[in-house]
């Protein structure tokens, strides 16, 4: 089952026609938030077509930043030219989606979570149900320098 916010487009009740009707739920995904409910109740199997806006950044920026040595930010993709963010060194089990990149648009339903990125659509894991929560990937104890954050557009 799926809540939206519901948009009626005004031209067609000019017309005295059906309004159609286009089901979006626009979520706010800060860097340093941790998990976002969106509000949007799925099931396993579902499939739902999203757009991702935004730049999110997961460390400050060294003050003598070498270029192609560090990258601190990114696009819903991720920082694609790093580590994910459990080859790092520290326990996986403190990042979001240890298999994601850092600065990746994650989600989460019940217990399990999964990689999102720049995807058009998400596919929400088979046997969940619950809640969609999004994120942006990290280690959990480490949100505090982040800064940015996505606009998640879910349909």
Same mark, same amino acid.
């Given at each position: 089952?799926?809540?939206?916010?519901?948009? &009626? &487009?005004?031209?067609?009740?000019? &017309?005295?026609?059906?309004?159609?009707?286009?089901?979006?739920?626009?979520?706010?995904?800060?860097?340093?938030?941790?998990?976002?409910?969106?509000?949007i109740?799925? +099931?396993?199997?579902?499939?739902?077509?999203?757009?991702?806006?935004?730049?999110?950044?997961?460390?400050?920026?060294?003050?003598?930043?070498?270029?192609?040595?560090?990258?601190?930010?990114?696009?819903?993709?991720?920082?694609?030219?790093?580590?994910?963010?459990? +080859?790092?060194? &520290?326990?996986?089990?403190?990042?979001?989606?240890?298999?994601?990149?850092?600065?990746?648009?994650?989600?989460?339903v019940?217990d399990?979570?999964?990689?999102?990125?720049?995807?058009?659509?998400?596919?929400?894991?088979?046997?969940?149900?619950?809640?969609?929560?999004?994120?942006?990937?990290?280690?959990?104890?480490?949100?505090?320098?982040?800064?940015?954050?996505?606009?998640?557009?879910? +349909?």
């Amino acid at each position: 089952m799926r809540r939206f916010v519901m948009v &009626l &487009l005004g031209g067609a009740l000019a &017309l005295g026609l059906a309004a159609p009707t286009v089901a979006v739920t626009p979520v706010q995904v800060p860097g340093d938030a941790g998990w976002v409910g969106t509000g949007i109740e799925v +099931d396993g199997g579902d499939t739902l077509d999203v757009m991702t806006l935004g730049f999110a950044q997961t460390a400050k920026i060294p003050e003598f930043f070498v270029p192609g040595e560090f990258i601190s930010g990114s696009g819903p993709a991720g920082q694609t030219d790093g580590a994910l963010c459990g +080859d790092v060194g &520290l326990d996986p089990a403190l990042c979001f989606v240890a298999d994601a990149y850092f600065g990746e648009l994650v989600g989460r339903v019940g217990d399990v979570t999964f990689a999102i990125g720049d995807s058009s659509t998400i596919e929400i894991p088979d046997g969940t149900s619950g809640e969609l929560e999004l994120a942006v990937n990290d280690f959990e104890i480490f949100l505090g320098d982040n800064r940015g954050a996505f606009t998640v557009i879910v +349909d």
